[in-house]
Antibody, heavy 123, light 107 residues
Framework: EVQLLESGGALVQPGGSLRLSCAASGFTFSDYAMSWVRQAPGKGLEWVSS????????YDAESVKGRFTISRDNSKNTLFLQMNSLRAADTAIYFC????????????????WGQGTLVTVSS | DIQMTQSPSSVSASVGDRVTITCRTS??????LAWYQQKPGKAPKLLIS???SLQSGVPSRFSGSGSGTDFTLTISSLQPEDFATYYCQQANSFPLAFGGGTKVEIK
């Protein structure tokens, strides 16, 4: 059974940093690209960042470029999101998501999602 | 960047009704479009990938169609468990993008 378990969400002050983790199990993690998607309270879904199965290629949304860094450790089946210079607008539930097709960065959508971890940026 | 236009933003329907949701992209994306269902407090669930490919375990009353820039999600006979918010997502190129969502409410 595929499982994605996010952790690391917290209340943080504007300008602060946070590192999210997503522990994966139930599939060959190193075969699949992964992404982070967020959802602000009462709002729609927003793609944040994606990383290739090998970790060599990454893409970021313009809204987080230069502040967030996606990475992965295939030996530990874990996805990360390092979040720096946090703003109030970054307040959201952050989901990690698995790409449907092996070795593809995006095609096919996201077939498995974690339960999400809440990041609140406030003073 | 590809812009997503999903409509309607909300729809009121009764059990047994046929519901159609449309998604238009600002550029052609072949058939790289996915549809998700999200219920309150839950993660999104993939219903359809590649515009028309029904995910395993998803009821056959859900169907998707389209290619290029115009796509449709149809629920042929709405069931009580289908009341939720639905999102389309273009999976053709970066930056990835979601539609604004369609809330299907009980009439």
């Amino acid at each position: 059974e595929v499982q994605l378990l996010e952790s690391g969400g917290a209340l943080v002050q504007p300008g602060g940093s946070l590192r999210l983790s997503c522990a994966a199990s139930g599939f060959t993690f190193s075969d699949y690209a992964m992404s982070w998607v967020r959802q602000a309270p009462g709002k729609g879904l927003e793609w944040v960042s994606s990383i290739s199965y090998s970790g060599t290629i990454t893409y970021d949304a313009e809204s987080v470029k230069g502040r967030f860094t996606i990475s992965r450790d295939n030996s530990k089946n874990t996805l990360f999101l390092q979040m720096n210079s946090l703003r109030a607008a970054d307040t959201a539930i952050y989901f990690c998501a698995k790409v449907t097709l092996p070795e593809k960065l995006a095609n096919g959508g996201f077939d498995y999602w974690g339960q999400g971890t809440l990041v609140t940026v406030s003073s | 960047d590809i812009q997503m236009t999903q409509s309607p933003s909300s729809v009121s329907a009764s059990v047994g009704d046929r519901v159609t949701i449309t998604c238009r992209t600002s550029q052609g994306i072949y058939t790289w479009l996915a549809w998700y269902q999200q219920k309150p407090g839950k993660a999104p669930k993939l219903l359809i990938s590649a515009a028309s490919s029904l995910q395993s375990g998803v009821p056959s009353r859900f169907s998707g169609s389209g290619s290029g820039t115009d796509f449709t999600l149809t629920i042929s006979s709405l069931q009580p468990e289908d009341f939720a918010t639905y999102y389309c997502q273009q999976a053709n190129s970066f930056p990835l993008a979601f539609g604004g969502g369609t809330k299907v409410e009980i009439k």
